[in-house]
């Protein structure tokens, strides 16, 4: 339990740590949402509930969905048709008839503002069409309606169509052979003076003419089949013929059916259809026809690449078809051969009667014709006209009174969810991955060194007391000076008590090692390393030491710019221009001196690693109690080196490494204190630096920009 907890506080403090960080991220992810809000065009998205009634017909004539499988297959067949390249470039050529072409949307762009989907346990498909405008939303979705359901009357009465036309075809042509024998007949009577046969002639007229009806229903049977057929090939995508021929129990059906047509044409030679014999021989023909049909039905949902009942019902009429045209023709040929048989008998009969005989036959075979025709053609129109859809319109498209996108909520919604989720990512990821040296806890797992003191962020002092504090010993324009944030005696601020706390710490190193000289450096660029340096030899100079601090970084002197000095130093001494007590200068604050840059050197190397450095500390040494010397930054990078810091830890007693907090990452740090160790200097630890108030310990009643900390 104690592990959890713990687990448990370290991750409230690695989310408290990085708060600003998560409140950054979200205020950025809200800023995006509002600007999407803000820019983004608004779609308007206009609804229509059409009904998709069940066609019971279609599962009586399949025999293998249920009623529910077929609905759904109906429903989800429509959807995917709503959304059809055909219905939906007819919607857009109405609509946009009168825009350019580079003006108005195209197949795929339109496409994706429509949805249609079934609303669950019902027969009703919702269609959804999104518009740049109330108004075009819903002329869109009204369109898109009445192009859809024309399109579905187009395709359920494409069959019906195509029966008609041909049936008016044969109408017409078999008015024009009626009206063209009844002329031949008046002008043979009138020539031949015969108006009349006797009964032996018109029993074989009848029984021709019955046979040459039989033989006009089968052809006519037989071309309506084949417009059928190609019209139901068209449809599904098939244009291949017979492909049933190898099922063996559909051969044997259509083989015995073939042998009963003929035989039943045989039966009415010599009986009418009244006859007992021809009405048992239809009834046998009905059940075989019907056990066939009950077969290709099997067949067709085996053989349909696709479980929709739609294709399934075209499959199963080209199946029915092509049988159907195969045991016509069959027929076909029966009754040409009985035809055959009737006209050798009618030659036995005298010239004249033959002659009249087959005219009237002529005639009453084409009359009877005629009617046919003019009947299926009336009913074909009937049933064009009421060939129903199974598609009816439960509300018609409503106008939208409130844009459906950009969703102004949800969109802050996923924004504050998504911001805080990335916020807490990239605090975890810049913990783990970006990790810096924060705290004491840091410096002790990370490095393995001692922690010489903490101190708080310099920008909690007072940039304008302290001018004022030292004008007070200089009398000189004060706005020449660059702050150092320099602390004053006696000041009761947390930043003072903090430098004071170092400052124990480095007497208690002193009184422990005997060490007077110290090289205190930052670890990377930027670092507030010098102002520390001159703060904690102003903490020791207030406590009576001796101390002088030197400025070593000759890449970028800076101490001439904090003291009223000029910039003779250390280089000057080196180089034998001038004494050493010549270039050490006052502070201004008694036990203070300062020891500057001095002139810049081309090679400061050179200089640096010259035995005078090392005579020159140690006359120091013997003169001063404490004798600071601050450096360039050890490190330009982690993988660059400055070798200033390196040569300078070697010239010295001992060397303190100055971290700023939440500046340097974990690797940077481990190769400073690497490279210090190697230059064999005597690593006495960390000063951690930059640190928050409320991360170091303090006294109460100190204060902080004239603010008292309560204990």
């Known amino acids: 339990m104690n592990d959890g907890r713990l687990e448990i506080r370290e991750i409230f403090s690695i989310l408290a740590r990085h708060r600003k960080l998560i409140l950054q991220t979200i205020g950025l992810a809200l800023v995006l949402a509002i600007a999407v809000n803000l820019f983004m065009p608004k779609k308007y998205e206009s609804n229509v509930n059409v009904r998709v009634k069940y066609n019971r017909g279609l599962n009586d ?341 409130r844009p459906c996108s950009p969703r102004t909520l949800l969109n802050i919604t996923i924004a504050l969810i998504g911001g805080l989720f990335s916020g807490i990512v990239l605090a975890f990821s810049t913990e783990f991955f970006f990790k810096t040296i924060d705290s004491t806890e840091d410096v002790h797992r990370y490095l393995g060194v001692t922690i010489i003191g903490e101190v708080i962020s310099t920008s909690n002092a007072e940039p304008k007391g302290i001018r004022q504090k030292l004008s007070q010993y200089f009398n000189t324009n004060e706005e020449i000076w660059k702050t150092c944030h320099l602390i004053k005696d006696r000041e009761q601020s947390a930043l003072a008590e903090s430098f004071r706390s170092l400052r124990t710490s480095l007497q208690t190193i002193q009184e422990k090692d005997g060490v007077r000289s110290i090289l205190i450096t930052g670890c990377c660029p930027k670092s507030t390393a010098k102002q520390a340096l001159i703060n904690v030899g102003a903490a020791l100079a207030y406590a009576g030491k001796k101390i002088i601090i030197i400025d070593a970084d000759f890449s970028s002197p800076s101490f001439h710019t904090y003291f009223p000095i000029s910039n003779i130093g250390i280089t000057n001494v080196l180089v034998e221009e001038c004494q050493l007590d010549e270039a050490i200068h006052p502070s201004g604050i008694a036990n203070l001196a300062v020891l500057p840059s001095g002139t810049r050197l081309q090679n400061p190397l050179a200089m640096l690693t010259a035995k005078t450095l090392r005579t020159c500390l140690e006359k120091l040494e013997d003169q001063f109690d404490f004798v600071l010397v601050n450096s360039p930054e050890i490190l330009i990078n982690v993988a660059k080196i400055q070798s200033d810091a390196c040569i300078l830890a070697s010239k010295v007693q001992g060397t303190i490494l100055f971290i700023d907090s939440r500046q340097v990452g974990t690797q940077a740090a481990r190769r400073a204190v690497e490279l210090i160790r190697g230059t064999r200097s005597n690593l006495f630890g960390v000063i951690l630096g930059n640190m928050a108030m409320d991360e170091i310990m303090l006294y109460p009643g100190l204060t902080v920009n004239s603010q008292t900390i309560r204990g």
């Open 61 to 401: 004539k399949m025999g293998t969905l249920s009623q529910e499988e077929v609905m759904n297959q109906q429903i989800y067949t429509y959807a995917e048709i709503i959304k059809g390249k055909t219905v939906v470039e007819g919607m857009l050529a109405k609509v946009f008839a009168d825009k350019a072409t580079e003006d108005k949307p195209n197949y795929e762009q339109m496409s994706k503002r429509i949805e249609a989907k079934p609303l669950k346990n019902t027969e009703i498909l919702n269609i959804t069409v999104q518009g740049n405008s109330p108004e075009e939303a819903q002329l869109l979705a009204q369109v898109l309606v009445d192009t859809f359901l024309a399109k579905i009357t187009d395709m359920v009465r494409l069959e019906g169509k195509e029966v008609r036309v041909f049936i008016g075809q044969r109408m017409q042509e078999a008015k024009e052979k009626l009206d063209e024998i009844e002329k031949e007949i008046a002008i043979y009577k009138e020539n031949n003076k015969i108006y009349s046969v006797v009964d032996q002639t018109t029993n074989l007229m009848n029984r021709q003419q019955d046979l040459k009806k039989r033989q006009i229903d089968i052809e006519m049977a037989i071309e309506e089949g084949q417009s059928k057929l190609a019209t139901t090939s068209q449809q599904i995508g098939r244009e291949s013929e017979g492909f049933i021929g190898d099922s063996l129990v559909v051969q044997q059906y259509k083989n015995k059916l073939v042998e009963m047509e003929t035989g039943l044409i045989d039966l009415r030679k010599s009986y009418t259809d009244n006859h007992p014999k021809v009405q048992a021989s239809k009834a046998s023909i009905a059940a075989t026809r019907e056990r066939l049909n009950t077969e290709i039905a099997k067949i067709a949902k085996g053989e349909s690449p696709s479980s929709n009942p739609v294709h399934q019902q075209l499959l199963q009429a080209e199946l029915s078809g092509e049988v159907d045209w195969q045991i016509a023709q069959a027929q076909k040929t029966a009754i040409s051969q009985a035809i055959i048989d009737i006209e050798h008998e009618l030659a036995n009969l005298p010239t004249r009667e033959q002659g009249l005989a087959k005219l009237l036959r002529d005639q009453a075979v084409a009359e009877a014709a005629y009617t046919e025709f003019a009947q299926n053609y009336e009913q074909a129109r009937v049933d064009e006209v009421k060939q129903p859809t199974n598609i009816q319109i439960v509300d018609l498209p409503d106008k939208p009174s």
